[in-house]
């Protein structure tokens, strides 16, 4: 099988196709010529999921006098070591779609893991009609149970409205609440457009005159909730509303926008799911009455898996990197990722899976420059000492008004911990407190991770939560000499380790 000396059309357009669809440009590729028929044979390593799933996309997208229709196919090669074969090239590729931080696209995102569950089947909870809150950290997939939840709905031909809410993250006030709802009704109708033989003018109607002031923001949740009660009562179904990265909204503003959605969906058989950062969520204001109580109007939906169960972190991490290895043809093994490599990965991560992949994408990186047969524990740190300005850049896009007070908080921590006592853990007293405020924001942000979350080093009664810094912070080139990492000797820390590490009590921060 040889490569013809020069690509005709038909050739360009199947191999663009094929090309398209796995992510890798330049794929080795021959003709071979069977009877009277010439047939395109892409030469892979392996003989992976992706790449079936390539060939029927390219099949789909060649036009209709294509030779190469319907003759296309696969020859298996013996591949290289893992980190410089097609097959990782590949799987970059999907590494970097996967993990790309969006709940509403609709549109073809290309060849699809298949979904790992968390461990309560939370995509399942998500989906019920009732009203949620769903916390976690930063990376922990919130928007990616958002898109499943979508996915389950989409079958009962339920109408559904997902909106990103970093879009409407410089508005307040009136300006955001128009924007908000004129969105929310105007997906709704496209919804029903969708599932339905119904109208759906009436929320276009609505959308369009609370944005033109026509409808005042106080009268739109009445008049959407009537429209919505018809459109459910003739579906026999609901309506729900997805907001993802809700924390983003100016604080004040957040209990305000709740209130006005839940007004319009309330009694309507419509329903309000909100995602966010636990520490930077205010979906209820005691003093004006406003917003989401919890769990009168909605329920808790926690995604973390912390560093207090390592097990469970670290198996929940195998399932969803066998799942993306094995789309390309691949078994996590040690050819692949030693165990070693695997466990400090999870370690660094703090069980955060977008972080894992991200890491562990930067990690096949420096083992295809460095012409590793394995991805080792050498690429790993050096990826995870690269990790440290992403993480800053997520805190000033996530915190906005309080990142600079979380930046000069999280100095004085690192002086306090990596350069005061050489150790990258420590106790945050667990009462109400500045300190401890911070802290939390710093844990939803990835900058620490707790590890304990009940210690009595002293005193009966006196509670602590134990911590550790992030290790982007102090390793890479922020290293910092002789600090002692706090890694478990066992499946979980001793109390007696974690009852001397130094305290951060009330007074550390002015």
Same mark, same amino acid.
């Given at each position: 099988m040889t490569a013809p000396a020069a690509d005709d059309q038909a050739l360009i357009e199947a191999r663009t196709a094929f090309e398209r669809e796995v992510g890798v440009a330049s794929i080795p590729f021959g003709v071979k010529q069977i009877g009277s028929q010439e047939f395109l044979k892409f030469r892979v390593g392996k003989a992976a999921p992706l790449y079936t799933y390539a060939l029927h996309r390219a099949q789909s997208a060649l036009s209709s006098g294509n030779p190469y229709l319907g003759a296309m196919g696969l020859e298996v090669e013996k591949s290289d070591a893992f980190p410089n074969s097609l097959e990782a090239s590949a799987l970059l590729t999907l590494l970097t779609r996967s993990t790309r931080e969006v709940s509403q696209d609709n549109s073809s995102r290309g060849y699809t893991v298949p979904y790992i569950p968390f461990q309560n089947r939370e995509d399942h909870q998500l989906s019920q009609p009732a009203s949620h809150i769903v916390r976690g950290r930063r990376g922990v997939g919130k928007s990616t149970l958002i898109r499943r939840a979508a996915e389950l709905l989409f079958e009962t031909k339920a109408l559904i409205a997902i909106l990103d809410m970093q879009t409407y993250a410089s508005l307040e006030g009136?300006?955001?609440?128009?924007?908000?709802?004129? +969105?929310v009704c105007q997906q709704l109708a496209a919804s029903v457009a969708e599932v339905t033989n119904l109208d759906g003018g009436p929320l276009v109607k609505i959308a369009e005159d609370v944005l033109s002031g026509a409808l005042g923001v106080k009268r739109a949740p009445p008049a959407i909730k009537r429209v919505l009660t018809k459109l459910t009562d003739s579906t026999k179904n609901h309506a729900f509303v997805f907001l993802d990265d809700f924390h983003v909204i100016q604080h004040d503003a957040q209990p305000q926008l709740l209130h006005a959605l839940h007004g319009a969906l309330k009694g309507a058989n419509g329903w309000l799911k909100v995602a966010g950062l636990s520490s930077l969520l205010n979906v209820y204001s005691p003093a004006t009455r406003e917003g989401l109580q919890v769990p009168g109007d909605a329920q808790i939906l926690s995604l973390d898996l912390t560093l207090e169960n390592p097990e469970a972190a670290e198996k929940h991490l195998d399932a969803i990197l066998s799942a993306f290895i094995e789309s390309v043809g691949y078994r996590l093994n040690s050819s692949v990722l030693p165990d070693s490599a695997f466990k400090r990965l999870v370690w660094a991560t703090a069980g955060v899976p977008r972080d894992f992949l991200q890491m562990f994408a930067r990690s096949i990186g420096h083992a295809q420059r460095n012409?590793?047969?394995?991805?080792?524990?050498?690429?790993?740190? &050096?990826?995870?000492?690269?990790?440290?300005?992403?993480?800053?850049?997520?805190?000033?896009? +996530?915190?906005?008004?309080?990142? +600079? /007070?979380?930046? +000069?908080?999280?100095?004085?921590?690192?002086?306090?911990?990596?350069?005061?006592?050489?150790?990258?853990?420590?106790?945050?007293?667990?009462?109400?407190?500045?300190?401890?405020?911070?802290?939390?924001?710093?844990?939803?942000?990835?900058?620490?991770?707790?590890?304990?979350?009940? &210690? /009595?080093?002293?005193?009966?009664?006196?509670?602590?939560?134990?911590? &550790?810094?992030?290790?982007?912070?102090?390793?890479?080139?922020?290293?910092?000499?002789?600090?002692?990492?706090?890694?478990?000797?066992?499946?979980?820390?001793?109390?007696?380790?974690?009852?001397?590490?130094?305290? &951060?009590?009330?007074g550390f921060w002015p």
């Open positions: 009136e300006d955001l609440q128009k924007e908000v709802i004129h +969105d012409k590793h047969a394995t991805v080792t524990l050498s690429d790993v740190n &050096i990826a995870i000492g690269e990790f440290g300005q992403q993480k800053m850049d997520d805190v000033l896009r +996530d915190a906005r008004n309080e990142a +600079d /007070t979380l930046r +000069d908080f999280l100095e004085k921590l690192e002086e306090f911990c990596l350069d005061e006592h050489k150790i990258n853990a420590f106790l945050v007293r667990s009462e109400a407190s500045k300190e401890r405020n911070l802290i939390h924001a710093l844990s939803d942000l990835r900058m620490v991770h707790l590890i304990h979350q009940s &210690i /009595t080093p002293d005193r009966a009664g006196e509670r602590y939560e134990a911590y &550790i810094i992030d290790y982007s912070i102090f390793t890479g080139f922020r290293r910092r000499p002789s600090v002692r990492e706090m890694v478990p000797q066992e499946a979980q820390f001793r109390a007696a380790e974690l009852r001397v590490l130094p305290k &951060i009590d009330a």
